[in-house]
Antibody, heavy 119, light 107 residues
Framework: QVQLQESGPGLVKPSETLSLTCSVS????????WNWIRQHPGKGLEWIGF???????NYSPSLKSRVTISADTSRNQFSLKLTSVTAADTAIYYC?????????????WGQGTLVTVSS | AIQMTQSPSSLSASVGDRVTITCRAS??????VAWYQQKPGRAPKLLIY???SLQSGVPSRFSGSGSDTDFTLTISSLQPEDFATYFC?????????FGQGTKVEIK
């Protein structure tokens, strides 16, 4: 059974960098697509980006200038960095597994972690 | 980006009702449409992928259909555990985009 768990600070100051890690068990991040998705409070879902085979990445055009997704295969983790955050980046952040050869669907999700941007 | 317009935004239904939720894409898309169920405080759960393929472990009362721009999630007989919010997803064209959600409430 694949399990994902997000971790990282729940509070980030404006203009700083949001950093989250997704720890994966029950499967290797060297295969499949691994995604970050966020949900603003009470709102819909927004895809942030993915990493594939630990090195190939793709990002949402609206966030591309601020996002980096990377992987640590030795720890079976992948990470999200979002720079220059504002209150608009306050959201629940999920990591999710995509397909083995296709970017979706997202079949396994972490429980999500709420990140609040505030001074 | 492709917009997925979901309707209705909310609905009230009774146990045993047949429920239909629709997503309309802003342009024609192939078959990369999925449906998710989300309960309060929980992560989304995959129900349907590739338009009509049922995810393993999901009850058969859930079904998906559609093509081109119009896609539908149907719950054939609503059960108490089905009261939740449902989202569609298109991953045919980059970037992947979700519908805004349909909240299914108890009548």
């Amino acid at each position: 059974q694949v399990q994902l768990q997000e971790s990282g600070p729940g509070l980030v100051k404006p203009s700083e960098t949001l950093s989250l890690t997704c720890s994966v068990s029950g499967g290797s991040i060297s295969t499949y697509y691994w995604n970050w998705i966020r949900q603003h409070p009470g709102k819909g879902l927004e895809w942030i980006g993915f990493i594939y085979k630990s090195e190939s990445t793709n990002y949402s055009p609206s966030l591309k200038s601020r996002v980096t997704i990377s992987a640590d295969t030795s720890r079976n983790q992948f990470s999200l960095k979002l720079t220059s955050v504002t209150a608009a980046d306050t959201a629940i952040y999920y990591c999710a597994r995509g397909g083995e050869y296709t970017t979706s669907p997202y079949d396994y999700w972490g429980q999500g972690t709420l990140v609040t941007v505030s001074s | 980006a492709i917009q997925m317009t979901q309707s209705p935004s909310s609905l009230s239904a009774s146990v045993g009702d047949r429920v239909t939720i629709t997503c309309r894409a802003s342009q024609g898309i192939r078959g990369d449409v999925a449906w998710y169920q989300q309960k309060p405080g929980r992560a989304p759960k995959l129900l349907i992928y590739a338009v009509f393929s049922l995810q393993s472990g999901v009850p058969s009362r859930f079904s998906g259909s559609g093509s081109d721009t119009d896609f539908t999630l149907t719950i054939s007989s609503l059960q108490p555990e089905d009261f939740a919010t449902y989202f569609c997803l298109q991953d045919y064209l980059y970037p992947p985009t979700f519908g805004q959600g349909t909240k299914v409430e108890i009548k």
